[in-house]
């Protein structure tokens, strides 16, 4: 069994930061690539940022670049997104996400095996 819990959303203004975490049990995901992606109303899940097991392959989308931050702390084995200067467009709901096995790709949700139910991010003006 494998089991990933996000937390840490909540409401903040524009230019307000939050910090996520993703906690996983069960099955390791050591060396292997976790990732957080996000979804808003009407639209598809979108890839916003991945890592490695140690920190030194790191991926973000175009719109996060600069702003956000992922971070792995694995003795804790926990994932973590620290979000800054947050804008209207960022609002959505923040997902945890892992694989259990070797892939070539890192930003699609097929991707990926494991997901956690989700944390809401609201931004207010």
């Known amino acids: 069994q494998v089991q990933l819990v996000e937390s840490g959303g909540g409401l903040v203004q524009a230019g307000g930061s939050l910090r996520l975490s993703c906690v996983a049990s069960g099955r390791t995901f050591n060396n292997y690539m976790m990732a957080w992606f996000r979804q808003a109303p009407g639209k598809a899940r979108e890839f916003v940022a991945a890592?490695?097991?140690?920190?030194?392959?790191?991926y973000y989308a175009e719109p996060v670049k600069g702003r956000f931050t992922i971070s792995r702390d694995n003795a804790k084995n926990t994932l973590y997104l620290q979000m800054n200067s947050l804008k209207l467009e960022d609002k959505a709901v923040y997902y945890c996400t892992g694989r259990t096995r070797s892939r070539s790709s890192y930003f699609g949700v097929s991707d990926y095996d494991y997901w956690g139910q989700g944390t809401q991010v609201t931004v207010s003006s």
């Open positions: 890592s490695s097991w140690a920190g030194t392959t790191i």
